[in-house]
């Protein structure tokens, strides 16, 4: 598949890399081509294209948001939001407003609402898919716990984005667990919050989440 990576931080290059080692054509989505972080990326990734935001959104069967939360509305207008018609958008994005106080981050949404659901809003011809929001870029690909496989919940109101979604995420190296529609999103994204939290206590940042049943 062709993928649109809307963002150039650490998580857009980490999932893109990921994605060209499962065999996948990818575009890095940038506001600056030339930033030494992007020109690294590509002499890194040879078989890789990095180009501007709508570039990659018109390039890509599937987009994967990767942008600050705080940005993430205006990457979307950036890159053209017909161009987001009918495709999968998986959404790895988190509201976060403000530095953590005793470790625990702000987030600028509330309790009923969440920035998936604003995105939604937003793209209503889009297929949106929480993923990858819960976890750190350390240990988004091949993460290694054993025998363990740990838990990636998703959420989205497209059933069958969520299955290519869930392809995505076995061949990752994840089980995933889906919790519904949109509306789960905003439970979804707190997961960042309690994740973060051993981090900016304890200095501990390879941990993930695993849903156990009997």
């Known amino acids: 598949m062709k993928i ?3 963002g150039s931080g650490i998580v857009g290059r980490v999932l893109g890399t990921a994605f060209l080692k499962e065999g996948h054509d990818v575009m890095l989505g940038t506001r600056d081509i030339a930033k030494a972080e992007v020109v690294k990326w590509k002499s890194e990734n040879p078989n890789a294209q990095t180009g501007s935001f709508e570039n990659a959104a018109t390039f890509a069967d599937i ?3 990767a942008t600050g939360g ?3 509305l205006n990457a979307i207008d950036l890159a053209g939001k017909t161009n ?3 495709k999968i958008v998986i959404d790895a994005t988190n509201p976060i407003g403000g530095a953590p106080v005793n470790g625990v981050l702000q987030f ?3 309790q009923n ?3 998936l659901q604003q995105t939604q809003r937003l793209l209503p011809e889009a297929k949106l898919v929480k993923a990858f929001n819960s976890v750190g870029n350390a240990v988004m690909y091949k993460p290694d716990y054993g025998s363990i496989k740990p838990t990636m919940f998703i959420c989205g109101n497209d059933d069958d984005a969520k299955k290519t ?3 995505i995420l076995t061949s990752f190296g994840w089980e995933t667990e889906d919790m519904g529609k949109a509306e789960a999103a905003g439970a979804i994204e707190s997961l960042c919050v309690l994740w973060c939290i051993p981090g900016f206590l304890q200095n ?3 941990h993930a989440f695993k849903l156990l049943r009997k």
């Open 70 to 72: 705080s940005v993430t």
């Open 4 to 6: 649109g990576i809307i």
């Open 108 to 110: 600028y949404t509330n």
């Open 113 to 115: 609402d969440s920035l």
């Open 165 to 167: 979604v869930t392809s």
């Open 204 to 206: 501990s940042w390879t």
């Open 63 to 65: 987009i994967v948001l």
């Open 84 to 86: 987001f018609k009918d």
